[in-house]
Every structure is written in C-alpha cells, then in structure tokens.
C-alpha cells in the first residue's frame, strides 16, 4: 500500500510540476511579447543611398543625426529625451528616414561606415555633435537642428517647419 501512494504522489506532483511549467512557458511567452513590443525601437539606418532611395519610394525626409554616441553628452541627452519617446517614434514612422552618422570613441564602426561618415560630415561642414541636418526625397538640404529642450514635441514642431520648406 505504502508503494501505491508514494506512486500516487508521484502522479499527482508530476501533474502539478506540468501546470507549473505550462504557467512558466505562457508567462515567458508573453513577457518575450511584451519585451520585444516595448523594445521596438525608430529604425535608424547607417547607409545615406539606401536611406535617399527608401525616402523617395514612400515621399519622406531623409533625417541625419552627426552624433557622437558614447561620448557627446547633448547627444546622449536628445536620444533620450526626443529619440527615444514615443512620441517621437511614432512621427518618425511616418515623417522620416532616419540616418545615424555616428563618430563614436569606443565603439567600433566598419571602415566602410567609417569614412561615409567623415565624407558626409565635410560635405555638410559639421563642426558640433549633434548636428540634425534633414534633406527632401531629392536629397535637398531643407534644414538644420540641434538639440532642442521639452521634449519630443518642439523637435516635431521644427521638422514640421522644414518639411513645409521642402
């Protein structure tokens, strides 16, 4: 008798270990879901051409952040306060091409994106990081920002202005 219970409780234990697991694998799921929806972030390109071919085929702005990443505190602060907010986001998706020209010091960049970067850097006379410059569909200079306080909206409010331009 005493084999029969413990055989019992096995059952009974396996049966609760694979509600349990059920529960870990659903709860994984879902915050892998949730992760990956809070995670999605403005795609920012690398290659100026293929961003210029992107904005003509859907009639945006092309937007080029000269920025140093890791090093350039005003960059850091405009990423995080007007890049990265929602917002922001959502104008971006449906306003932009986005291009991040970085100059960073520790982090590394292929040669290739190395030198487009100094080519479009002279090209464009930047002399501050961060340096916004937005340019039409054509590839057309319509503007220059730069870090701007409050946010996401006056930011919007200044790409707004140039796209009137364009």
């Known amino acids: 008798m005493g084999r029969i219970e413990r055989a019992g409780r096995r059952l009974t234990w396996r049966a609760n270990s694979n509600k349990v697991m059920k529960k870990i694998m659903f709860s994984l799921i879902a915050c892998g879901a949730l992760l990956r ?8 390109l690398t290659d100026l051409p293929k961003a210029q071919e992107k904005a003509k085929a859907e009639n945006k702005l092309v937007m ?23 917002k922001f986001k959502e104008y971006a998706e449906k306003n932009l091409v986005l291009v991040e020209l970085d100059f960073p010091r520790t982090k590394h960049l292929a040669k290739h994106i190395k030198d487009q970067n100094e080519t479009l850097a002279k090209q464009f006379n930047i002399e501050g990081y961060p340096t916004i410059i937005v340019l039409n569909s054509e590839g057309k200079k319509v503007g220059e920002l730069g870090y701007e306080a409050g946010g996401p909206k006056p930011f ?3 790409l707004e202005d140039l796209k009137k331009k364009s």
């Not at 929806?37 to 920012?44: F, I, N, P, R, V």
Request: charged share 25%; net charge negative.
């Open 156 to 158: 919007i409010s200044k």
């Open 64 to 86: 080029l952040d000269f920025t140093g990443s890791d090093w350039c505190g005003w960059c850091i602060k405009l990423n995080k306060e007007v890049f990265s907010q929602p």
């Open 37 to 44: 929806a809070g995670a999605e972030e403005a795609q920012w």
